[in-house]
Structure formats: C-alpha cells, structure tokens
C-alpha cells in the first residue's frame, strides 16, 4: 500500500478530451461544459446504500436510454445495477463488440444514442473495432468504461491500461470522471457531444471505487492499510483520506433535460442557389446517403417518413447509398438502383446529400467534371475530401432536403422526364439480368445466391429490418433485396467490418419489436457472433440469419485466385452452422436445394412470429456474379 502515496494525482480535477483535446477541468471548467444549458429535472439524492452507478442510470433515463448492453465486470456493476433499478433493460452479451455493435444500431435505428457498458482492460479492447466502425459510420454511440482506482493507475493494477490514449483516436471526444460530483455534468455532456456537429461515439471513463458506495470503499482501503501507527501509516492514511474525501464530495446532483444539439444549418441563399442549378439541369442526379438518414429523436420535425416525403416530392432521379437504402420504399417512382456510375458520368447537376468522395465514388472521379457539383454534408473535412464541390454547404443533410422540398415546384421535374426513363431502363434491364443470373444451374447442384435472395427478397413483410453482414453473398444480396422502409437497412459502413451482424440484429430487434429482422450472414462474418444466439434465447430476440454458405472466404478467394493460383486462407466448410445454434436453444434449419429454399423460409418466418430465433443455413454455389468486385 506504499505505492498509494506516491501516486500524487489526488487533486479533484476531471480529466476530459474534448475533439482530440485534452483538457483537465477544476470544478469551475466543469460547471462551463454544461453549456449549453438545459432545465432540470430532479435532485438526486445519494443515501449510504445508493452509489455512482444511480448517477449515471439517472442521465441514461433522462435521454431515453432503454438498453444498456454489456458483459459484466466487476468495474462497472453498480451501472448496471442501477440502470436496471430506474427499468432500463440490461443485455448481456457474449463479446464486448456486440454490445458496442449493439449500442452503435440502437443509434441508427432510434435516434437516441444507443449505450454499451463494458469492464476495465481486455473488456475495453475488445470495443475498439466497434467503436471505430461507429466513428466511422458517424454513428452516435455512448461508451462506459470501468477503469482501475485513480490512487492506482500506473501502478501494476489488475486490467490497468492507459485506456483515455487507447480510445482518444478512435472517438469525438473522452471524459475521465474523477469525483461523484462530476457524474452528471459529464455524462450529459457526453450525450451532447455524442450528437452534435458531426455525429460520432463518445467514451466515459469511470474509476472503480468513485462507482460504488462510499461506506465500501472507505473499508477496501481500510482492510488494506489497517491501522496505521507510524508516521508512513499515518501519511498513507491522510492520502487515502484525501483521496476519497475530494472523490465522494456530493451527497445528492442535480439531474437535466439533455442539451439542446447543435448542428450546422443552411440559409435560404443555398436553397435558393440549388433551386436555380434544378431549374436549368436537364440531367439531374441525386445520390443520398447514412448522414441523411441520422434524425436526432429531439427533432421531430424531421422524422424518417418526412425525409421519405421530401424526397419523394422533388421527383428527381435518386441512388441511396448505405443506412439511406430503403428510403424511397422498394418501388418508388424515382429512386433508381443500378448503373449509378453511368448516370453521375452522364449528369449535368449532381447533388451529394450525406455521401463522401471516397472509394465508393471512385474518389470522386465518377462524377462528371462537366457536371455542376453540389455536396451537403455535416462535416467539413469530408465534404471537401478528394473532390471540392462546385457548392459546398456544411449543413445538416435531413434539413436540407426537406428545406429543399418545401421550396420546390414540381413541375420543374418535367425537364427530365426523358433522362429519367433513360435511367430507369437501364435499371429494368439490369434487373431482368439478374433475374436470368439467378436461373442459372450450378455445379453439384448447389444453390445460386442470386436464386437464394429473391426467395428472401419474396419473403420480406413491410416492416422487415435487413442487417447485412458477409462479403460475396452480401454484395450479391445488394442487387437483389430491397428494403421496404427507411431505416430497415443496417450494413457496417465505409469501414467495411465483418462481424456486425449479431450485435446490429439484436439492438434492431429491441429497437423495434414490431419489426422482423433478417441476418444476411456470409459464412465467414457468421463465426464472429454467432454465440449471440444464446444471447437471442436469453433475452427472447427473433431474428432469423439467413447464412449463405460457400465453404470459402469467396470475396477474397475469387481475386487471389486469379492472380496467384492459390487458394491459402480462403477455404471454409460446409459447416453446420444450423446445428451450433440449436446448443444454444434457437432454431436450426439447413437448405441443400433450390427446392427447399421457400418451404424452410416461411418455417423460419413462422418460428420467428413464435419468438424463437432461428438460422438458415444455406449451401450456396459459387458464380461469376461479383467477379470483377
């Protein structure tokens, strides 16, 4: 217990890295990044049983949390005690990325932003990949993380890592709690911060004895030290004193509506001046992507089904690109599906709402460079990134369409009749292609993916909600399935990560449980989370996974092939992955022919309906469909 005293960061500071900065805040600094500020709502008072775990519920309840999801550790139970006391359902899982994958759909689907809760150490790192794929996505997820005492840091503790450095380049903005005091402000800030300017995650980081009850910390240090006599005792014990007296320095806190979000707005000059480019364009196109489709839940002007309104109402020819898929409806009268890069190619006005320059586009290069070029996009850096737009406007993409829409006459929409049935098409005969790919016999008899989607896409009710997890099978699924709504498409996001699938399911399906979730897993993403089935039986989720099994990492083999005449790393089996989830409890069905597909759908639909998870798996063929991908 000598090591105590010469830690020497007893000071009541909280640490806190704000947009890549770090900053350490005396109390004063605290009560200034609660700006802006918000009505209060409660006095919560702290008894001798109650702890900083109650705090922290406290917040997540005033922003409308309903899930925390985690995998316990003894860091943070009193969050997840105390979350579960104030009615918010606690999921555990089975691998701290699913709850971060979890959180990060929560954010997409509602809103609100979804709340993962993991341990100190090993129960932080395996976040990083999730939580890199939210700030990524732009995705506004919460992460709490449980950390070693503050007297203790650096010096050999279990699970104690500079976790403040590990997380800072992968989040908008960390915050290190170091007094019960600090609980509130920091948490409500972070929902704040969470949300505004470009949406993103946040980490919050919380000391394991400032969590819980003072009168059990106090007796921790206390079973330690014992009582001290000598003059090196007598120095450890006013240390540790001082320490827990600055840590435990309010008896009750102050709780707030969350903070108004602020994001950038556009003025009338820029609609004004898009309105004037549609009045004279001939060959419009429209490509609208996952920031358009992040609708704060504080803003209820601006719900998915207006966007979907205003989108439909200026009629122009439109691509939706990631979380936008489904926007339209499936069979809209101007939303357009295939040979996107033919038509930006091809354009006179191209408007980007939300979407980035970046590989999808060819960097940019897709776009004609006789083309006026339009781009609205909330961040600033990818608004500019590989290309500068010919209008450049830092605005909120949802706003701006709708602002859009409001202004705009329709009848304008008549200039482009022609280039739209020219699109439109060229998109009837790349789905008649298609249809006829999918007719195709493979060898072995096995099942054509293409075959195998239009079963599902045939299948799919109004409400359904499609996560796409996997590689081939996935980007084959792309062309074929059709998302009925918006919101009801969840995929990875530019950083293209495989293992989403489990974690993306399962934070849809609490989300919104009128909503039928479907899994399109390839056989190689499926491995990463298909334990969560035990976590679907636990806390009773249906979903159905449909894996489209081709013994392979199909993706990658079809390329390397080529080029090296080796196949290393790429094979797969035929697995049965539909006995493994029945260890669990959940359904298992296996599909061996064409044959079979729609018999053992529609069981898998009706096991569903009975609140049963099910997996389908699936012994696909393999196809030159996606061979130039």
């Known amino acids: 217990m000598q090591h105590?005293?010469?830690?020497?960061?007893?000071?009541?500071?909280?640490?806190?890295?704000?947009?890549?900065?770090?900053?350490?805040?005396?109390?004063?600094?605290?009560?200034?990044?609660?700006?802006?500020?918000?009505?209060?709502?409660?006095?919560?008072?702290?008894?001798?049983?109650?702890?900083?775990?109650?705090?922290?519920?406290?917040?997540?309840?005033?922003?409308?949390?309903?899930?925390?999801?985690?995998?316990?550790?003894?860091?943070?139970?009193?969050?997840?005690?105390?979350?579960?006391?104030?009615?918010?359902?606690?999921?555990?899982?089975?691998n701290e990325a699913t709850a971060a994958f979890a959180a990060d759909a929560v954010s997409r689907v509602t809103g609100v932003p979804g709340v993962a809760c993991v341990t100190a150490g090993p129960g932080l790192t395996n976040t990083i990949t999730a939580v890199k794929n939210a700030q990524m996505a732009q995705s506004p997820l919460i992460l709490l993380g449980g950390a070693t005492s503050d007297l203790l840091k650096g010096r050999g503790s279990l699970q104690d890592i500079d976790q403040m450095a590990l997380l800072k380049p992968h989040?908008?903005?960390?915050?290190?709690?170091?007094?019960?005091?600090?609980?509130?402000?920091?948490?409500?800030?972070?929902?704040?911060?969470?949300?505004?300017?470009?949406?993103?995650?946040?980490?919050?980081?919380f000391p394991i004895d400032l969590l819980y009850p003072e009168k059990v910390a106090r007796k921790w240090y206390q079973r330690q030290v014992g009582n001290q006599t000598t003059l090196v005792g007598k120095i450890i014990g006013y240390y540790i004193n001082r320490h827990l007296n600055k840590m435990f320095n309010a008896k009750s806190a102050l709780v707030h509506a969350p903070l108004p979000i602020h994001y950038p707005l556009a003025s009338?000059?820029?609609?004004?001046?898009?309105?004037?480019?549609?009045?004279?364009?001939?060959?419009?196109?429209?490509?609208?992507?996952?920031?358009?489709?992040?609708?704060?839940?504080?803003?209820s002007n601006y719900t998915a089904a207006t966007l979907q309104e205003a989108a439909k109402w200026l009629n122009l020819p439109t691509y939706l690109s990631g979380m936008a898929r489904g926007l339209l409806g499936a069979n809209s009268v101007n939303g357009l599906r295939?040979?996107?890069?033919?038509?930006?190619?091809?354009?006179?006005?191209?408007?980007?709402?939300g979407v980035v320059c970046d590989f999808r586009l060819d960097y940019g290069r897709t776009i004609s460079s006789k083309a006026h070029f339009i781009s609205i996009n909330r961040d600033k850096e990818d608004l500019y990134k590989n290309r500068s737009p010919d209008t450049a406007i830092l605005a909120d993409p949802a706003m701006f369409l709708h602002m859009l829409s409001v202004s705009f006459h329709k009848d304008i929409a008549n200039q482009w009749t022609e280039w739209y049935q020219q699109l439109k098409s060229m998109d009837m005969k790349r789905d008649a292609e298609i249809q006829s790919q999918g007719n195709i016999r493979l060898e072995q008899g096995r099942i054509n993916p293409i075959k195998l989607c239009q079963h599902i896409e045939a299948l799919l009710d109004d409400n359904s909600i499609l996560v796409a997890d996997g590689g081939d099978f996935v980007g084959t699924a792309s062309y074929v399935l059709q998302p009925r709504s918006p919101l009801s498409w969840l995929d990875p996001g530019p950083f293209g990560t495989l293992g989403v699938g489990g974690g993306f399911a399962l934070g849809a399906a609490l989300s919104r449980p009128?909503?039928?979730?479907?899994?399109?897993?390839?056989?190689?993403?499926?491995?990463?989370?298909l334990v969560e089935f035990d976590t679907y039986v636990?806390?009773?989720?249906?979903?159905?996974?449909?894996?489209?099994?081709?013994?392979?990492?199909?993706?990658?083999?079809?390329?390397?092939?080529?080029?090296?005449?080796?196949?290393?790393?790429?094979?797969?089996?035929?697995?049965?992955y539909h006995l493994v989830v029945t260890g669990f409890g959940a359904e298992g069905l296996k599909v061996e022919t064409e044959q079979d597909i729609a018999s053992q759908l529609t069981k898998a639909k009706e096991y569903a309906k009975q609140g049963k998870p099910v997996l389908v798996n699936c012994l696909i063929g393999k196809t030159d469909f996606r061979k130039d991908s």
Not at 280 to 287: C, L, R, T
Not at 338 to 353: E, P, Q
């Open 4 to 94: 105590l005293v010469s830690v020497g960061r007893l000071n009541a500071v909280a640490a806190v890295c704000v947009a890549g900065t770090v900053v350490y805040a005396s109390k004063k600094i605290i009560e200034h990044i609660q700006q802006p500020s918000s009505q209060p709502l409660a006095q919560v008072s702290l008894t001798d049983e109650e702890h900083g775990g109650t705090l922290v519920a406290h917040v997540l309840k005033n922003h409308n949390v309903k899930f925390l999801f985690t995998l316990s550790g003894g860091h943070i139970s009193p969050i997840l005690v105390g979350a579960k006391t104030l009615g918010i359902q606690v999921v555990d899982v089975r």
């Open 171 to 205: 989040v908008k903005a960390t915050f290190h709690v170091q007094a019960v005091s600090d609980i509130v402000p920091m948490m409500e800030r972070a929902f704040y911060e969470a949300q505004s300017g470009t949406p993103g995650p946040v980490f919050v980081e």
């Open 268 to 299: 009338h000059n820029y609609i004004n001046k898009v309105l004037e480019k549609l009045k004279h364009a001939k060959k419009p196109v429209v490509v609208i992507g996952s920031q358009a489709l992040y609708l704060p839940s504080q803003n």
């Open 338 to 353: 295939h040979n996107r890069s033919f038509a930006l190619k091809n354009a006179d006005v191209v408007i980007l709402f």
């Open 514 to 529: 009128e909503s039928l979730v479907w899994i399109i897993f390839g056989d190689g993403a499926c491995g990463y989370s």
């Open 538 to 576: 636990r806390h009773k989720v249906p979903v159905i996974a449909v894996v489209g099994n081709d013994a392979a990492w199909q993706q990658i083999l079809r390329g390397q092939v080529d080029v090296f005449k080796d196949d290393v790393a790429c094979a797969l089996s035929y697995t049965d």
